[in-house]
């Protein structure tokens, strides 16, 4: 009960300064951040503001951090306001220096306002009709309020508190990085506390694949040299933190053997651009380069990826190998005949029968291409290295034809049907366009979460 709490922090502040439970339930409990599909469509000038001043940071090579700092510091004071918040948007270009590319920026800010606004307020009464926005402006809202509360505990608890170290080693291990960047906007040398087991917030965050708070201290690692190269008590750099196999509960956030062995895949090459050729090949207490333990943790998993490729090309094969055979057999058969003395068929003039034929020659080809890139899948190597970016760039290749070519059959069947039992009964394309949906709609449904139907995506933000 976010309001609740919130009005007993209001009224009783000295509640934050009891004891650090406060700030670990809130940790624990904090509420979920929209999902990348959720983001993209909710209104937001926050979002607006922070990819600015992140692209900008790029091109011009300035402290991000800083910058950020700054612009925050301003919201803490003025920015609640409507007025507050269209200064935000004047001060951004402003704070990210006086170049060409960032007064464009500010211009297109400018021209595209009265537009945000007018969808800020079409979105507030979707947000009353249709359950599944009503549910993300909810989770919104509840995501504000949950940084409210934090902003209050932490102001109680003041700077420097050693009542942070438990509090963000646990947002660390649940990619909880608005807790971890409330806490160290307010004590930075947090960074430096280290857990039971020798462990630093950096070190933690690559060893529980904490992606939101990696790419919250990337630019820390970056640019701090003590950082890239330190160690803890078994002589582990961050290379061989990164070989280590991911806890249970990150890899079943993907589904597939193989695509959580490309997940790992990517964590170490992603750490491995900070380090130099001969921190990679260091070795631990145990003798045993990064490389070498990487291979022993993850050889598991390499098999049962193995496993579950061929497992899945099996079985897509014979499915683009039906709709190769339905297909070619509807090909041959005209609907309708053909002149007996031509063979020009009967209903080559309708549009119906245009889209038959273009349909089911898109289904035919994309189905044969589907099914030669399963059959190469079946037919090669499955080292480690080729998890990476082959087998699954083959893997999702072949997914895509093969859906591409069951939606182009039911739209070749959907024509005919049309063609050949609706005669003068146009109205009939209307059920004939909804059943072919069905299928779709069935998959999609199915696939996607219950709760706000988007699905969430996880990705580096810097890595795409």
């Not at 000295?14 to 993209?40: G, N, Q, R, W």
């Not at 942070?164 to 160290?184: H, K, M, N, S, T």
């Not at 040299?225 to 806890?247: C, I």
């Not at 499955?382 to 859906?403: H, K, M, N, Q, Y």
Request: with cysteine.
């Amino acid at each position: 009960m976010v309001d609740i709490a919130e009005t007993l922090l209001l009224k009783y502040p000295e509640l934050a300064e009891i004891t650090e439970e406060i700030l670990m339930a809130i940790t624990v409990t904090f509420p979920t951040d929209l999902a990348f599909m959720e983001s993209f469509i909710y209104p937001s000038l926050n979002n607006v503001r922070q990819k600015i001043i992140v692209r900008c940071g790029f091109v011009f090579h300035y402290d991000v951090d800083d910058i950020l700092r700054v612009v925050r510091r301003f919201e803490n004071t003025c920015g609640s306001s409507w007025l507050g918040k269209i200064c935000m948007i004047l001060l951004v270009p402003i704070a990210t220096l006086y170049p060409i590319y960032e007064l464009l920026c500010l211009l297109t800010l400018v021209l595209r306002f009265p537009f945000s606004m007018l969808y800020f307020l079409l979105w507030k009464v979707l947000a009353i009709i249709v359950y599944p926005i009503k549910n993300i402006d909810k989770k919104e809202k509840e995501h504000k309020e949950g940084k409210k509360i934090l902003g209050l505990i932490c102001d109680q608890m003041g700077m420097s508190n050693p009542l942070y170290d438990g509090p963000i080693f646990e947002a660390v291990r649940q990619d909880a990085y608005q807790v971890v960047d409330e806490i160290l906007y307010r004590a930075r040398d947090t960074i430096n506390c280290k857990n039971n087991e020798g462990h630093n917030v950096i070190q933690l965050a690559i060893i529980n694949r904490s992606e939101k708070v990696y790419d919250l201290i990337y630019h820390i690692i970056e640019r701090t040299e003590s950082y890239r190269k330190m160690m803890d008590s078994s002589k582990n750099n961050l290379v061989h933190l990164v070989g280590r196999l991911a806890p249970s509960f990150v890899l079943g956030r993907t589904t597939g053997a193989a695509l959580q062995l490309q997940r790992e895949l990517k964590w170490r090459e992603e750490v491995e651009k900070f380090m130099s050729p001969i921190e990679l090949l260091k070795e631990n207490i145990n003798m045993e380069t990064p490389a070498m333990l990487f291979h022993r943790e993850h050889q598991d998993l390499v098999k049962q990826g193995e496993n579950w490729t061929k497992t899945t090309a099996e079985s897509c094969t014979i499915t683009a190998a039906l709709i190769v055979t339905i297909v070619f057999a509807a090909a041959i058969t005209v609907p309708g005949g053909s002149n007996q003395e031509s063979g020009i068929p009967l209903f080559r003039k309708e549009i119906a029968f245009t889209i038959f034929a273009v349909s089911n020659a898109f289904s035919l080809f994309t189905a044969a291409t589907s099914l030669l890139l399963f059959l190469s899948i079946l037919t090669t190597r499955f080292s480690e290295a080729d998890f990476l970016v082959r087998l699954p760039r083959t893997l999702i290749f072949g997914l895509l034809t093969l859906f591409l070519s069951t939606t182009a059959m039911i739209v070749a069947f959907g024509a005919i049907l049309f063609l050949v039992f609706c005669d003068q009964r146009p109205w009939m394309l209307a059920p004939i366009a909804g059943f072919a949906c069905l299928p779709i709609l069935v998959m999609v449904t199915i696939k996607l979460p219950p709760t706000a139907r988007l699905v969430p995506i996880n990705i580096f933000s810097h890595l795409w």
